[in-house]
């Protein structure tokens, strides 16, 4: 049993061929993770930290720090991957009043109308339309390296991107060469390419460093979407319930090698 929701880790053919049933936990950090994604757009979107920060360094008290923020309301989130937690940030941004339009080619017809949201099928037609993207798909072989240089030549002007899935969905080179070309407005990441964080990687280098061209443009989180105290709790004693339904002869909830 995986504790926890990814198990791109573990080696499913090989486990299928010995006949070893593999389960994760799905749904535990279901709202965890899609706050933690509203709390990395809002603090880029609403200019928190860069506030936050020129009133650490004695700076000047004003609004004009924020000269090039604008109203999140009216504007089209775009959610690449509608499940669980894509569907909870849609939720959440219904609330905020913005537009949702989601790529997903394994969900149901239909899901869009009982979600009162918009759908495309083609991902292309969703970086054309929307001015914040947010990612939450499994890592595969499909969306390993999904968001390069032909991603970023695809998406909107002037638009931002979310990351709260799997790091090795970005590549981290283009994603860099996107921001220096300005493609993209603000980035937000909770996950990398290279976990732990790669110093030497020239955007990280250039982030940490607080260079004009990036500052109050990129936040970066170390893979803690997912975690409070209840989420932890919930996690390990979901596993733990899991792996005794197995070992009773139960059939399990959760299993990913069906």
Do not use: C
Request: aromatic share 8%; hydrophobic share 40%.
């Amino acid at each position: 049993v995986r504790v926890g929701t990814g198990y791109d880790n573990i080696d499913l053919k090989a486990a299928a061929e010995r006949n070893i049933i593999v389960s994760n936990v799905p749904d535990y950090g279901i709202n965890d993770v899609a706050d933690h994604t509203w709390a990395l757009i809002l603090a880029l979107e609403r200019g928190i930290l860069r506030f936050n920060q020129s009133m650490l360094d004695k700076g000047p008290w004003s609004w004009e720090l924020g000269i090039n923020l604008e109203r999140i309301q009216d504007k089209t989130l775009g959610i690449i991957g509608l499940g669980r937690i894509g569907t909870a940030v849609a939720m959440r941004a219904k609330g905020f009043g913005l537009k949702v339009v989601f790529y997903d080619p394994y969900i149901s017809i239909g899901i869009e109308k009982s979600l009162d949201i918009n759908r495309v099928h083609h991902q292309d037609n969703l970086l054309e339309q929307a001015d914040k993207i947010t990612i939450h798909t499994p890592l595969t072989d499909i969306t390993k390296g999904m968001v390069n240089t032909e991603f970023f030549n695809k998406i909107k002007s002037g638009s931002s991107l979310y990351n709260t899935a799997r790091g090795e969905i970005i590549v981290f080179d283009d994603l860099y060469n996107a921001l220096i070309e300005n493609k993209i407005k603000w980035v937000g990441l909770d996950v990398l390419e290279t976990e732990p964080i790669d110093y030497n990687h020239p955007l990280i280098k250039a982030w940490q460093q607080d260079e004009s061209w990036i500052s109050g443009r990129l936040v970066i989180t170390p893979h803690t979407a997912f975690y409070n105290k209840q989420s932890y709790e919930e996690m390990k004693r979901k596993a733990a319930e899991e792996l005794k339904r197995i070992i009773e002869n139960k059939k399990p909830l959760n299993q990913v090698n069906l």
